[in-house]
């Protein structure tokens, strides 16, 4: 059973699209943390929320921690063949920002032109 | 160095060798982790070490599994006897502190044939 369940797990779209991932728990997280990873690197840090209700924006990038700390999402605007890749959400469980950084299943975007 | 170095980077082994792999940290980052990813999957926790404390090993899948760091510095991750389904991308990432900005390397790609 994951911790982390992301959906949609595939997500194919045409250049200029709007998308939103989701990441969501039953527990709640200390924080939450998005990745991208290209194949054959390590996944690279997007964003960090803490605080319930955060949204942060990254240029085409919205994230959104929910209110009760259990869920956050990810909006692309007018995606891009340059978005492809797979998109992780990872969090620290409970109260501590230490430790086990768990790690959702991950969604795989691919963004044609 | 600039980031966290893992060697090798492709690594192919016959079914029952024991394999080691090595992950060199971002100097002075206190926290190092070790991950196992399979293809197109998310992350699974393998160990955690920071600075002197003992390890979390929670995620060690059997005991053909080890890991070491020695201080603040290289860190090996062991597997003994390996299987086919030991085949996988093992990924090692450290943290200034445990928490907060995560650098991943490329990876090990290690294939049990």
């Known amino acids: 059973t994951q911790l982390l369940e992301q959906s949609p797990q595939f997500l194919s779209i045409q250049e200029g699209e709007n998308l939103t991932v989701y990441c969501n728990s039953s527990s709640v997280f200390s924080s939450l943390q998005w990745y991208r990873q290209e194949p054959g690197e390590g996944p690279v840090l997007l964003v960090t929320?803490?605080?319930?209700?955060e949204v942060k924006k990254l240029k085409r990038l919205t994230f959104q921690f929910g209110d009760a700390r259990k869920d956050s999402s990810l909006h692309i605007t007018a995606a891009q063949p340059g978005d492809t890749g797979l998109y992780l959400c990872?969090?620290?469980?409970?109260?501590?920002?230490?430790?086990?950084?768990?790690f959702g299943q991950g969604t795989t975007l691919q963004v044609k032109p | 160095g600039a980031g966290v170095s893992q060697s090798p980077s492709n690594k192919v082994t016959e079914k029952g060798k024991d394999v080691e792999l090595r992950c060199d940290p971002i100097s002075g980052h206190t926290a190092l982790y070790w991950y196992r990813q399979r293809l197109g999957q998310g992350l699974e926790f393998l160990i955690y070490?920071?600075?002197?404390?003992?390890?979390?090993k929670s995620g060690l899948p059997s005991d053909r599994f080890s890991a070491e760091r020695t201080g603040e510095s290289v860190s090996t991750l062991t597997i003994q006897r390996t299987q086919q389904e030991d085949s996988a991308v093992y990924l090692c990432?450290?943290?200034?502190?445990?928490?907060?900005?995560?650098?991943f390397g490329s990876g090990t790609r290690l294939t049990v044939v």
């Open positions: 070490f920071q600075g002197n404390s003992a390890p979390d």
């Open positions: 990872a969090g620290f469980h409970g109260s501590s920002n230490t430790g086990k950084l768990i």
């Open positions: 929320v803490v605080t319930g209700g």
């Open positions: 990432a450290s943290s200034l502190r445990g928490g907060y900005g995560y650098t």
